[in-house]
């Protein structure tokens, strides 16, 4: 499903992030990926959807060997992964509806199709009653709960979360975290970087520690420690 060999990612100051990582992620896992600040847990995210290109090493993802696609096979690659940010992303003009569609828009997917899978994916976030609502007229929750369901609209094999729960409060957080685990239920392969301890050691699941660009702790279902 995902897997990196011997993977090093250095940019252009200089910067080590990743130093000779080696990991594989199945199908249908759930994966916490925790560590220090500046550890390397961004990059070692953004190699999966293939923001950066390794350094040195393969990076394999469903079917993609990421190094190697062509450019235009990038969105082929990028239907497969959806991706969650801390800061939601959303498009501060469109509704909610819209900023769902959109992302189903730029793959052809047809006006009925759009407006089925909207509502659906509405559903599931429980959002359906405010579709017509513009991101600024939302909680933080609520936008972060809309940007979960643009990034599954397509339905992708795997759902990167950046720090999803990391504005929000803990009531709120709990509720993120019923929506992502139902979502890997349903098959997704769900890879959260987080720096949240509770969520961490109350809801189990594997624990992939990166500390200074090298995974130094790889548990089955870990809790929150960067001790080895």
Do not use: C, W
Not at 171 to 196: C, D, F, R, W, Y
Request: aromatic fraction near 6%; proline fraction near 4%; avoid cysteine.
């Amino acid at each position: 499903m995902i897997e990196m060999k011997d993977v090093t990612k250095v940019y252009d100051n200089g910067i080590t992030a990743i130093q000779d990582l080696s990991v594989l992620i199945e199908q249908g896992e759930f994966v916490y990926v925790v560590g220090p600040s500046g550890a390397g847990k961004s990059t070692f995210m953004r190699l999966i959807y293939r923001e950066v290109l390794p350094t040195k090493g393969t990076v394999e993802v469903t079917d993609f060997d990421v190094a190697k696609i062509k450019r235009k096979e990038i969105p082929l690659l990028r239907r497969q992964v959806g991706v969650v940010f801390q800061d939601f992303k959303l498009l501060p003009t469109l509704t909610v509806y819209e900023n769902i569609a959109y992302a189903m828009e730029v793959l052809g997917k047809s006006p009925r199709q759009i407006s089925s899978r909207v509502k659906e994916v509405l559903k599931l976030v429980d959002l359906e009653q405010k579709e017509n609502m513009l991101p600024n007229e939302l909680s933080g929750g609520e936008q972060q709960r809309v940007a979960i369901a643009r990034a599954i609209a397509n339905m992708p094999r795997v759902l990167i979360a950046d720090e999803p729960t990391g504005n929000l409060d803990p009531e709120t957080s709990k509720g993120i975290m019923e929506i992502l685990e139902h979502i890997n239920a349903q098959g997704t392969t769900v890879i959260m970087a987080t720096h949240n301890s509770e969520i961490v050691n109350a809801r189990k699941h594997r624990v992939i520690v990166i500390d200074d660009g090298r995974i130094t702790r790889d548990d089955e279902e870990g809790g929150y420690s960067f001790e080895n």
